[in-house]
């Protein structure tokens, strides 16, 4: 993939994700049948427990800068078993998160065209079939709707956006990110002056059957988790960051911080304008609540622009980041290889990436977004927990490794809380919406029985084919090689790509071994856990290790026949002894 996304690009990219459904549909859902206006508690609460793992994930990040997220980081710390099952969550968590944030977008392009032109929509074909009652904990029939189209359509333009490259999707997102924090900081001052202090009474409401109280303070913890959810995605960009060790960190970070506060702020806001009983079945609480007060059609108008625009953005990044998770586990023998494709043009994994935005699209027309958003909480729940695990672990088998950030306080001080504070509100979660997690994982594991245990390559060298390695040339390509793709598409002239791979093919008979695909997949991914010394500092190696062996490299005299390892390695001491007496 290019590396052309800058520290910038990723705080963008973060908070492109972050900020969406969850402070613009999820605030009222979960003050309506959860905490009440104890939600800005919820939001403090997965706010802390999003800081802690982000701290895990910055560090394991830093270490092993490539695409992947937790299944990289998972496959480094816990083996394969456990990446499978992280990466299959993950396969959830992305793709299922996409669709509820299209639903949701609906609902707000819907609003949108009610306040600015008078034109409303039939329910018909903007709301799901189904709604999730979550008193009774069932499926209850949308008499009167059959179809979300809006979200269908939002999700399959993202998806075209993305087929095309991450370049142009940086650009679109960093713009989209500017317009909604200008919009969200404008709701929260615009707003403010209409907040009434009796609808903070009571804070937190008694209990009513499986809503509201201290538990239900958890349980809307659970469901606004969702809100926080994008900073991960920024570890998924690693192959395409220009320098991951630095940058991811901040990226994931500062976005993180940004967005908390932002949510603590509107949700506060909200709770202060409208009581919570109001906002129930509301999928658009912010312009909802300000319908009740005079004068405030333009600020819900641009509220509903903003909220497009975030919401746009936050499919962009869900739908950016699900792919590269196939992608990633394609090249390691988990799914089939056309997963792990790219486009011969835009360098895109296009093959997953139309994937997911046609089963996004599916869900999104017919499913609400309640049901939707609580399987993208417990699925990243899961998957925070395996992260804070794996820079333990990490922690005791590699203490010396470089890292370009550590999680400050040892091994145990954060992660160790992250991962148990994690746990809890993922067991607090309803019965249902766990049932549905453990049936997923469930299906998961019979697919990696009947073909990523029989065709996984890490640590089975002799499962990459030549076809294999043939097919993969083009993922594995370096930077020279991309450079070299996009000249050839800007038209310049035949000498200089000449040129450049005859300067290549000097460094390679400088080297004196060329090891062909399969190193290219070694270095860019594959070792996790072997370690060389560099000036007396132990860093993660990307050469060979037991867990990840690579087929032995094949050496090349003069005229490009194989030579033996001894002649090769006395003719490149022959040539460094001529080059010593010529100096």
């Known amino acids: 993939m290019k590396r052309v996304l800058s520290r910038l690009d990723l705080i963008a990219i973060g908070i492109g994700a972050i900020i969406g459904t969850g402070i613009f549909v999820l605030t009222g859902v979960a003050a309506a049948e959860n905490a009440g206006p104890a939600v800005i508690v919820s939001f403090i609460i997965a706010g802390v427990v999003s800081g802690l793992s982000a701290f895990s994930y910055s560090e394991l990040a830093s270490m092993l800068p490539i695409s992947g997220s937790a299944y990289t980081y998972t496959y480094a710390t816990m083996g394969e078993l456990i990446a499978w099952i992280i990466g299959w969550d993950l396969i959830l968590e992305y793709m299922v998160g996409a669709a509820t944030v299209a639903v949701g977008w609906s609902a707000y392009i819907v609003d949108f065209f009610d306040d600015a032109f008078g034109v409303r929509f039939t329910p018909k074909t903007t709301q799901a079939p189904v709604i999730w009652d979550n008193k009774d904990l069932a499926f209850r029939v949308n008499h009167g709707s059959y179809i979300n189209i809006p979200a269908i359509f939002i999700s399959l333009a993202v998806t075209l956006v993305l087929v095309l490259g991450i370049k142009q999707a940086s650009w679109v997102n960093k713009t989209v990110v500017v317009i909604k924090i200008v919009v969200v900081l404008l709701f929260i001052f615009g707003a403010c002056r209409y907040v009434d202090r009796d609808n903070y009474s009571p804070f937190v409401p008694p209990r009513e059957g499986n809503s509201f109280g201290a538990q239900g303070v958890f349980k809307g913890t659970q469901r606004v988790f969702f809100a926080y959810i994008g900073f991960d995605a920024v570890s998924t960009t690693a192959q395409e960051a220009k320098n991951p060790q630095r940058d991811l960190p901040w990226g994931i970070c500062v976005s993180l911080g940004i967005c908390t506060a932002l949510y603590i702020a509107v949700s506060a806001v909200l709770c202060g304008i409208i009581s919570y009983k109001e906002l129930k079945g509301v999928a658009s609480p912010l312009t909802f609540a300000l319908q009740s007060y005079a004068n405030t059609k333009w600020l819900r108008i641009i509220i509903e622009l903003g909220a497009i625009c975030g919401l746009t953005s936050v499919i962009l990044i869900s739908l950016m980041g699900q792919?590269?998770?196939?992608?990633?586990?394609?090249?390691?023998?988990?799914?089939?290889?056309?997963?792990?494709?790219?486009?011969?043009?835009?360098?895109?994994?296009?093959?997953?990436?139309?994937?997911?935005?046609?089963?996004?699209?599916?869900?999104?027309?017919?499913?609400?977004?309640d049901l939707l958003g609580d399987m993208t909480s417990v699925g990243t729940l899961l998957a925070f927990i395996l992260v804070n695990i794996g820079v333990v672990i990490m922690r005791f088998t590699h203490p010396d490794a470089e890292r370009g950030f550590r999680v400050p306080g040892g091994p145990f001080l954060v992660p160790v809380p992250g991962a148990i504070i994690a746990l809890v509100v993922l067991v607090l979660s309803d019965g249902p919406t766990i049932y549905r997690l453990f049936i997923w994982l469930a299906v998961g594991l019979v697919v990696y029985a009947l073909f990523g245990y029989r065709y996984s390559r890490v640590g089975h060298p002799e499962r990459w084919s030549a076809e294999d390695m043939a097919y993969f040339q083009d993922t594995f390509g370096d930077e020279e090689d991309q450079g070299k793709g996009r000249r050839r598409e800007e038209g310049e002239e035949e000498e200089e790509e000449e040129e450049e791979g005859s300067q290549k093919a000097t460094q390679s008979e400088a080297v004196g071994v060329t090891y062909g695909a399969y190193d290219e997949r070694i270095r860019d991914s594959a070792d996790y856990f072997e370690t060389y010394t560099n000036t007396n500092t132990e860093k993660i190696s990307y050469t060979t290790a037991p867990q990840f062996a690579m087929p032995q490299p094949v050496h090349y005299d003069e005229h490009g026949l194989e030579a033996d390892q001894e002649e090769a390695d006395q003719k490149a001491d022959l040539e460094q002894g001529k080059l010593g007496r010529l100096h």
């Open 323 to 369: 792919p590269r998770i196939f992608f990633t586990m394609s090249r390691d023998g988990m799914f089939p290889r056309v997963f792990g494709r790219l486009h011969r043009r835009f360098k895109t994994p296009f093959v997953p990436t139309v994937l997911s935005g046609v089963v996004c699209a599916a869900l999104a027309g017919i499913l609400p977004v």
